[in-house]
């Protein structure tokens, strides 16, 4: 298996994803009932923080290479 790099990032937006079918399986199986614009900030807040996570893993990382060369 070849091994690739790990993206937090990914992982953030990834389970904010997660949470928002899970909370539309919730509402179609009749757990709860959630109106539609909720999933408005979980999606969207969801990719601003895999952003935002993306941005300072690409930071750290670029950091910890240049220290080293």
């Known amino acids: ?3 690739h790099e790990f993206q ?5 937006a990834g389970l904010s994803l997660t949470a928002a079918g899970a909370v539309f399986a919730g509402d179609a ?3 709860w009932q959630t109106p539609w614009p909720v999933m ?3 999606v969207a807040g969801g990719m601003v923080l895999g952003g935002v996570t993306s ?3 690409r930071g750290m990382r670029s950091r910890r ?3 080293s060369q």
């Open 1 to 3: 298996m070849l091994r």
């Open 8 to 12: 937090p990032g990914r992982l953030v």
């Open 29 to 31: 199986a009749g757990w």
């Open 40 to 42: 408005i900030p979980i």
């Open 55 to 57: 941005a300072v893993a």
């Open 65 to 67: 290479g240049g220290e």
